[in-house]
């Protein structure tokens, strides 16, 4: 055989795995969320970039199959169903109706959650150690509500009654209003608990809030209200409410106070473990992550037009002030 015949044949030869490879599907992470996607870009962009810390592009290396309920909780099993019918590598979930829609789908894929008290919602067995097929983030947020109530109090020292405004259908909702029924018998002040599931509720339950003349309102953490953070943050203007939120999004919405873990780095924090199941971690293996850094976030300029005096002991005390 001539020199140039047998380097042609070898490499022919060496092309075959490369051709082979290049042809292999990527690797697909399913995306379930109970919202609308434009609520939630820049959690997006913070899920891609753990995963991008972790080695993965989306669309070079892996591929999201994104899947939105756009509000509609009914939604989520079927849509989990779906992903779970598709074989994904993984199911990345938000909120716990999802993340237990997702568990209900699937025994084997793992499920990588962001959501508050996986081990009561039977998610986890462990925080350490989990065991079956999720792991992922307890943000906390709702064992947050008592601290936020002292928070919104502090800045309406003459507040006698507190509106507490939860979404029933949560899974922890009856810890979240108990916790806030002990906060407030504490200090004395009266708790008036309102209630909103869907997507016609937050106006009635705002027209039955307003009606009892509450002093101030703690909203509960809830994925379904994080969805409507722009509506919620209308109606408490429009009725002149003080209101403390769970997220800084709803502050950067014109909120008046907000206090929580950063979502963006929850969601940063599960590309991050999705992509070391792509890369062959177990979710056992995996222990649930918990925020350590909290942060709260006021509006200067709602204050202003609430008649509200933000003391500089709190605007210190904030780790951002929006004015």
């Given at each position: 055989?001539r020199?140039?015949?047998?380097?042609?044949v070898?490499?022919g030869?060496?092309?075959?795995?490369?051709?082979?490879?290049?042809?292999?599907?990527?690797?697909?992470v399913?995306?379930?969320?109970?919202?609308?996607?434009d609520?939630?870009?820049?959690?997006?962009?913070?899920?891609r970039?753990?995963l991008?810390?972790?080695?993965?592009?989306?669309g070079?290396t892996?591929?999201?199959?994104?899947?939105?309920?756009?509000?509609?909780?009914?939604?989520?099993?079927?849509?989990?169903?779906?992903l779970?019918?598709r074989?994904?590598a993984?199911i990345v979930?938000s909120?716990?109706?999802?993340?237990?829609?997702?568990?209900?789908?699937?025994?084997?894929i793992?499920i990588?959650?962001?959501?508050?008290d996986?081990?009561?919602?039977?998610?986890?067995k462990s925080?350490n150690?989990p065991?079956?097929?999720?792991?992922?983030?307890?943000?906390?947020?709702?064992?947050?509500?008592?601290?936020?109530f002292?928070l919104?109090?502090?800045?309406v020292p003459s507040?006698?009654s507190i509106?507490?405004?939860?979404?029933?259908?949560?899974?922890?909702?009856?810890l979240?209003?108990?916790?806030?029924?002990d906060?407030a018998?504490?200090?004395?002040?009266?708790?008036?608990?309102f209630?909103?599931?869907g997507?016609?509720?937050?106006?009635a339950?705002?027209?039955?809030l307003?009606?009892q003349r509450p002093?101030?309102?703690?909203?509960?953490?809830?994925?379904?209200?994080n969805?409507r953070?722009h509506?919620l943050?209308?109606?408490?203007a429009?009725?002149?409410?003080?209101?403390?939120y769970e997220w800084?999004?709803?502050?950067?919405?014109?909120g008046?106070?907000?206090?929580g873990?950063?979502?963006?780095?929850?969601?940063r924090q599960?590309g991050v473990?999705?992509?070391?199941?792509?890369?062959g971690?177990?979710?056992?293996?995996l222990?649930?992550?918990?925020?350590?850094?909290?942060?709260?976030?006021?509006?200067l300029?709602?204050a202003k037009?609430?008649?509200?005096?933000?003391p500089?002991?709190?605007?210190?005390?904030?780790?951002d002030?929006?004015e």
């Open positions: 055989m020199r140039r015949e047998f380097l042609g070898l490499g030869a060496m092309a075959w795995p490369l051709a082979a490879r290049a042809q292999q599907p990527l690797p697909v399913g995306f379930l969320n109970g919202g609308f996607s609520s939630y870009t820049q959690q997006v962009v913070a899920f970039q753990g991008n810390e972790s080695g993965y592009v989306d070079e892996v591929t999201i199959d994104f899947r939105w309920a756009n509000g509609r909780a009914e939604d989520l099993l079927p849509l989990a169903n779906e779970a019918k074989r994904v993984a979930t909120g716990s109706a999802a993340a237990l829609a997702a568990k209900s789908a699937t025994a084997t793992p990588i959650f962001n959501v508050t996986p081990i009561r919602l039977g998610l986890v925080i150690r065991e079956g097929n999720a792991t992922g983030v307890d943000v906390l947020a709702g064992e947050l509500e008592p601290k936020r002292g919104l109090r502090e800045l507040m006698e509106a507490f405004l939860v979404n029933p259908t949560s899974p922890v909702s009856p979240q209003t108990r916790r806030m029924e906060a018998q504490r200090v004395g002040v009266e708790l008036k608990t209630r909103a599931t997507q016609g509720d937050l106006e339950a705002f027209a039955r307003v009606q002093d101030g309102l703690v909203v509960a953490a809830d994925p379904f209200f969805t953070r509506e943050v209308a109606l408490a429009r009725h002149s409410i003080p209101a403390i800084r999004e709803f502050v950067e919405a014109g008046l106070m907000s206090y873990p950063s979502l963006k780095d929850a969601y599960i473990y999705a992509g070391r199941i792509l890369r971690a177990k979710p056992v293996d222990p649930v992550i918990q925020p350590t850094k909290f942060e709260f976030v006021i509006n300029k709602t037009t609430l008649g509200l005096a933000v500089v002991s709190m605007q210190l005390l904030a780790d002030l929006i």
